[in-house]
């Protein structure tokens, strides 16, 4: 693996290899743990042209627990708002010694002209594409569902909310169809379906009900509406709720043991309801720091290749 922009690309082996690296990362008490530095000596920068809360630090302590200096660059404040083209500002930053890029960008489609562009020797990251791809996010999801479910097989896994709009839910159906999981169902209101050829191996439903029944894992969507062309794709929100919310009440439909994951940010009391965002069920805060050790691995995968 030399860089790392779709789930799609890689097969079973490499996920496995992921997460089996990931899980070494992680101490008896689930935290992310320092190692040997293998990034010592090498920049990375976090490219961000979106905002993030999660991916952005996570790649952070990540890339610092590997001994990697971090520089973080943003829009607002870099000169790509005095007009700069994205592929200058990736080369002026190669010609400062960066050699890790991490890129998250709203529009879609940039990947190709910069790996045209950028020195052999950088490395790229996906961090998140328009509504095509977060792949980080859908490795981190797949080694949470697996530290509870043990394997993909025999689960039912339902990913519910804007579909139209999210890049987890496809690197994440990427994900569990490369893995064999058992039954992967997409369910969301009619006027949030996808393009259901983007969810191959999905099963697509606008029946919550019958979505939840027996389910495993649930994985709840927030509403972007910062990716609505629109305000008449803004859905009424206390009628989402209503209709698509995750309320405890829809909750006791799935499996006794079932888990609920939500990549973050929340919108609490739209797409999730507080109980149970909050509840024994929930494991949306491991999500986040099962990203560190996550990302750990994809980092020292991608290094270890170089040799
Ligand atoms: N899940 C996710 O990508 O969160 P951030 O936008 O905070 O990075």
Known sequence: MKHLLYLKNLNQETITEILDTAE???????????SEKILQDKTLANVFFEPSTRTRSSFQIA???LGADVINIDEEHSSRAKGETLVDTLKSLEAMGVNYFVIRNKHSGIFDEILENIDHNSRLINAGESNISHPTQGLLDLLTI????????????????DLSHSRVARSLTEGLSIM????????????????MKLFNGAEYTDNIE??????????????????????????????????????????KLCKKDVIVMHPGPMNRGVEIENTVADGE??????QVTNGIATRMAILSIIERGKD
Not at 24 to 34: A, E, R, Y
Not at 146 to 161: A, E, P, Q, S, W
Not at 231 to 246: A, M, P, V
Not at 281 to 286: A, G, L, M, R, W
């Open 63 to 65: 890339a610092k627990k």
């Open 24 to 34: 070494h990362f992680l101490n008896h008490d689930n935290q992310p743990i320092g």
């Open 281 to 286: 069920h929930s494991v949306i805060t491991e």
């Open 146 to 161: 697996r530290r509870h479910k043990k394997d993909f097989k025999n689960i039912k896994t339902v990913i519910l909310g």
């Open 210 to 251: 019958s979505a939840l029944s027996d389910a495993d894992v649930v994985v709840t969507l927030r509403v972007q509406k910062e990716r609505m062309d629109d305000e008449t794709q803004f859905l009424d929100q206390s009628k989402y709720f209503k209709d698509y919310g995750l309320t405890s009440d829809r909750l």
């Open 180 to 195: 064999g999981t058992g039954e992967i169902v997409v369910v969301s209101p009619i006027d949030y379906k996808p393009d």
